[in-house]
């Protein structure tokens, strides 16, 4: 979900992109994902695997279940143009939907994991209304790179030490399954990388079909 329509156009297929415009359009691509979540959890109820790796553990590369990856760009510009479209519908008395942004992603992230979908949320914002207890609750693994001011780290990751970070891929961890937050660096890869790995991943594509 590219709100800004430039951050995610070099790594084109098997990506699909959602350049939205709205609140109501982030909606729609939630339920849809809803509904592949049910949709897998049916097959690995009837193959009675717990997960999507038992399920494709025993099956050709062809015949396995896809990982689905969502990254929404900018969470904080989807909540603002999902208010703006919210009032705007009110407005005209057009507005059927009781879902929000936050609502509708959240309803995936509890049921998403077994079946093979995972969703990333980036934002430059750390205000209480985009960072808020529901965000956090349903993003148990957060990254904070460097912030201007402790108020911002503890934000994302409950604690100080993000001001104090070099930048440059400096960063702190807090996962789901640890107690204490974890400080990694992460490296920097050059466009002729992406690039380069894009290439590789289309030929493996090419060779699979």
């Not at 994902?33 to 025993?58: C, G």
């Not at 289309?202 to 060779?207: A, G, K, N, V």
């Amino acid at each position: 979900m590219d709100t800004l329509q430039e951050a995610l156009n070099q790594y084109g297929y098997p990506l699909v992109k959602v350049t939205s415009t709205g609140g109501n359009v982030t909606i729609t691509v939630s339920n849809n994902l809803y509904n592949e979540v049910q949709a897998r959890n049916s097959i690995l109820e009837a193959s009675k695997a717990r997960n999507i790796l038992e399920y494709n553990s025993n099956l050709e590369p062809k015949q396995r279940m896809p990982h689905i990856v969502v990254i929404i760009d900018e969470l904080a510009d989807l909540i603002e143009k999902d208010k703006i479209q919210i009032e705007e519908d009110k407005l005209n008395e057009e507005y059927h939907s009781e879902l929000k942004v936050i609502d509708s992603i959240k309803r995936i992230i509890q049921v998403c994991r077994a079946a093979g979908i995972h969703i990333i949320a980036c934002t430059q914002r750390t205000t209480v209304d985009v960072v808020g207890g529901t965000v956090k609750a349903n993003f148990p693994t957060r990254i904070a790179l460097r912030l201007p001011q402790a108020n911002d780290s503890r934000a994302i990751i409950g604690q100080n030490g993000a001001e104090l970070l070099l930048g440059k891929g400096d960063m702190l961890i807090q996962q789901s399954d640890a107690d204490v937050v974890k400080r990694f660096h992460g490296s920097f890869v050059r466009l002729e990388d992406v690039e380069a790995v894009i290439l590789q991943r289309d030929r493996l594509l090419e060779i699979m079909r």
